[in-house]
């Protein structure tokens, strides 16, 4: 008989595959010379790298349906002071993270041009939005919720914008809440937040269904039927996601509802492949290289940041070590795409050294 004692390791092991892949997908030596499955769709359309966020909010639901087990036994008042002390430190982290390395040509940078909205800011919403959720209400109450909020989104989407860069109801929102300077302007120089704020809204479906998932594997527990009946869960969610793709397309930027719905299918078969290969068999020494990331996720991944930012800081020869390394280094010897892909395992090596290291000492830095 199968036994839950395991849990964290099909866990563990997908975080681990997302921050790796994560970082390979944030520091090629040469973005114009990626290979096209290492980039973003440039607006409408899918690939995998546009897995890669949505997934890691997938596991952070998945985990708090582990740890949401003994916040039920705290009172409101802790439970709120315990999931909003996260949420901010979570929050000012990606902020900072953003305004480092805080001085620019001896001055401090001004706070009135640093983004504001990112990656880590986002995980720290959802969070929040999803523990209250799922702290105060029944669980078909959420599902309802979530729901309505796809269908919401999608209707605002249409009403208040259109389809484009430079027209969608997202930009309005951030425009007119914090303006273009505190925006990201990564699209060509156009100010377009893709973790704005009011996409976060259907991005709090993917958090809730980790947790979802993470709640139904407890119960059903870990065995075939348990394994088929995600899968049939991911085609129906996947199938969905295509048929909306037809009114509303696949969209990253825009968080678009029909994305919700392919990336929480495709998570859902992800998972339960991991669930039968590592909870229900015997799992390999494989797993241990992705548990590395999985045990101190946030860290590594502020860790690869901060190596990026420092390398993009760092001039040497007139030029940022990150490009002279990346050209005289890879590039030179394995040409533009592979060099690009070598450079980028480089860094994402680099930093499973450090989260190795801290393993093997038993550090592991939560929030």
């Known amino acids: 008989m199968n036994t839950l004692k395991n849990r964290y390791l099909s866990l563990d092991v997908f975080r681990g595959m997302d921050v790796a892949l994560?970082?390979?997908?944030?520091?090629?030596?040469?973005?114009?010379?990626s290979f096209g499955i290492l980039k973003h769709a440039v607006w409408n359309g899918f690939t995998l790298t546009d897995l890669v966020f949505p997934t890691f909010l997938f596991v952070v639901g998945n985990a708090m349906s582990f740890s949401m087990k003994k916040y039920q036994t705290l009172g409101n008042a802790a439970f709120l002071k315990k999931i909003?002390?996260?949420?901010?430190?979570?929050?000012?982290l990606g902020f900072l993270m953003y305004w480092f390395p805080f001085f620019e040509d001896g001055h401090l940078k001004p706070i009135s041009e640093t983004r504001i909205f990112?990656?880590?800011?986002?995980?720290?919403?959802?969070y929040l939005i999803a523990a209250v959720l799922i702290h105060y209400f029944k669980t078909r109450t959420v599902v309802i919720f979530s729901?309505?909020?796809?269908?919401?989104?999608?209707?605002?989407?249409?009403?208040?914008?259109?389809l484009t860069l430079?027209?969608?109801?997202?930009?309005?929102?951030?425009k007119l809440l914090i303006g273009p300077s505190h925006m990201y302007h990564g699209n060509g120089g156009v100010a377009f937040d893709p973790e704005g704020l009011l996409s976060t809204l259907p991005a709090v479906v993917n958090v809730i269904a980790g947790y979802l998932t993470g709640k139904f594997i407890q119960n059903k527990g870990q065995h075939f039927e348990t394994v088929a009946k995600l899968?049939?869960?991911?085609?129906?969610?996947?199938?969905?996601?295509?048929?909306?793709?037809?009114?509303m397309p696949f969209n990253k930027k825009l968080w678009s509802s029909s994305f919700v719905l392919l990336t929480c299918g495709i998570?859902?078969?992800?998972?339960?492949?991991?669930?039968?290969?590592?909870?229900?068999?015997k799992p390999g020494k494989w797993t241990y290289f992705f548990e590395v990331f999985g045990r101190n996720t946030l860290f590594i991944y502020l860790l690869s940041e901060l190596f990026i930012i420092s390398l993009a800081e760092i001039k040497t020869t007139g030029t940022m070590a990150y490009n002279w390394i990346a050209d005289n280094i890879f590039i030179s010897i394995a040409g533009n795409y592979f060099g690009s892909l070598l450079f980028a395992l480089w860094i994402m090596l680099t930093c499973w050294l450090v989260?190795?290291?801290?393993?093997?000492k038993g550090i592991y830095i939560k929030v």
Do not use: E
Not at 118 to 126: M, S, Y
């Open 22 to 33: 994560m970082i390979i997908v944030n520091s090629p030596g040469n973005g114009d010379t």
């Open 84 to 92: 909003f002390k996260r949420f901010a430190i979570i929050f000012l």
């Open 355 to 360: 989260g190795y290291i801290m393993d093997k």
């Open 166 to 174: 430079t027209g969608n109801a997202v930009l309005k929102l951030d």
């Open 231 to 247: 899968l049939m869960i991911a085609a129906l969610l996947i199938v969905a996601g295509f048929a909306w793709h037809q009114i």
């Open 267 to 281: 998570d859902l078969v992800i998972i339960a492949i991991l669930m039968y290969l590592l909870d229900m068999s």
């Open 147 to 162: 729901i309505a909020s796809l269908i919401i989104y999608n209707v605002i989407l249409v009403v208040f914008g259109d």
């Open 118 to 126: 990112g990656v880590l800011q986002r995980i720290a919403l959802c």
